[in-house]
């Protein structure tokens, strides 16, 4: 079996399980969420040949040219520090 990468070792049950299902749901072998070596290497090799040029149509499109916007406001509590001190 190939090395997993980027696991931890305290969460690798509850990694393993979001991993499955997630590929499961879509009606896909939940193995195939295992299964990221070759990936992985097929992505070294087109960095390697391609350098910066793998991530700019990702980033054009997905952050640049995106025409998707949210607005967040934000307000101050009066009663924020009071409630901490109550919980404390």
């Known amino acids: 079996m190939s090395q ?3 696991q931890d070792a ?3 049950g509850v990694s393993f399980l979001i991993a499955s299902t997630y590929k499961w749901n879509y009606d896909a072998n939940p193995l195939d969420s295992f299964r990221f070596e070759d990936d ?3 992505l070294k090799i087109l960095i ?3 350098e910066s040029e793998v991530f700019l149509l990702p980033i054009q499109s997905c952050l640049l040219q995106n ?3 949210v ?3 934000l307000f101050p509590s009066n009663s924020m520090e009071e409630n901490i ?3 404390i």
């Open 48 to 50: 390697q040949e391609k």
């Open 4 to 6: 997993l990468r980027e």
């Open 10 to 12: 305290s969460s690798r």
């Open 40 to 42: 992985l290497s097929k």
């Open 71 to 73: 607005t967040i406001e």
């Open 85 to 87: 001190q109550k919980v």
């Open 67 to 69: 025409n998707h916007r």
